[in-house]
């Protein structure tokens, strides 16, 4: 049985600190979340850590690096506080070493998405992630922070995954390609059909109206623990704006999310 689904906005970082880093690809890269080939990538696997300042208090559940070149031995630790002090020692919240990919995989392109839930949610408004166990250079594209959103119910079962080609190819009278090179993106379609008005307020609607088209949400669509959640982790926009209509119960709204990924 899959797991719900889970949904957010990731936090903007103003800024990153870091031990390592090469000067064409600097850790702030990974906060340039609409900039797919922006990445933080090291000079070898020394003192490889990260760390920033929120600018105020934030709720944390989640925390992922997205699409790194991690190895069967990289670790990831999360620590969340209140001071830099704190998370460049001992932490309120403190991970502790944990392995990079999990469940154990091996992907054909060779990038990988941490997945880390918290038991609950943290308060902190400084964070520091640091990668042990790595050979070589280490790199990620993006650091993602949040407080998960979750339906209450399922999603419909006419949900769709696809991919969206963003070149073209058209075919001449003797068969010759005339072929224009475009990225192919990967899509995810799906509706909840009964959130309830308490929860679409608190929660979908807030999100719906900042984001819009333009700005990039995450989205876990399976977080069980299996080797298939890699493949169904996205990160990416909105192909269109998402809006509640009423359902036939009374408080209750039906939303369709159809959301074009950028991993």
């Given at each position: ?18 031990g ?5 690809k ?34 944390v ?14 670790t ?20 502790g ?5 999990s ?5 054909e ?21 640091d990668?042990?166990g ?5 790199e990620?594209?993006?650091a ?11 999603y ?34 799906f ?17 719906i109206?900042k984001?819009?088209r ?19 982790t ?30």
């Amino acid at each position: 049985m899959p797991a719900l689904p889970f949904m957010f906005q990731p936090y903007p970082l103003t800024a990153i600190a870091t031990g390592n880093e090469r000067a064409e690809k600097p850790a702030i890269h990974l906060a340039q979340f609409k900039h797919i080939g922006m990445t933080w990538r090291s000079n070898g696997n020394g003192n490889i850590w990260i760390r920033g300042d929120f600018g105020q208090d934030r709720v944390v559940d989640f925390v992922s690096l997205l699409q790194a070149n991690a190895q069967p031995g990289t670790t990831i630790r999360i620590r969340l506080g209140a001071s830099q002090a704190q998370v460049d020692g001992s932490a309120p919240y403190d991970s502790g070493a944990l392995p990079f990919i999990s469940p154990a995989i091996t992907r054909e392109d060779g990038l990988y998405h941490s997945h880390h839930e918290l038991p609950g949610s943290v308060t902190a408004r400084w964070w520091r992630i640091d990668i042990g166990g790595h050979n070589g250079d280490f790199e990620a594209a993006k650091a993602v922070f949040g407080k998960k959103i979750t339906p209450a119910r399922y999603y419909d079962r006419n949900f769709e995954f696809g991919v969206q080609d963003l070149g073209s190819v058209d075919f001449g009278r003797w068969g010759v390609p005339e072929e224009e090179e475009g990225l192919i993106f990967r899509t995810v379609t799906f509706k909840l059909s009964w959130i309830p008005g308490a929860e679409y307020e608190a929660n979908w609607r807030p999100m719906i109206e900042k984001v819009g088209r333009r700005q990039p949400v995450f989205l876990c669509f399976d977080p069980q623990a299996t080797t298939a959640r890699q493949a169904k982790t996205y990160f990416g926009v909105f192909r269109d704006p998402p809006f509640a209509t009423a359902s036939v119960k009374p408080g209750t709204f039906a939303q369709e999310f159809a959301l074009l990924s950028f991993i």
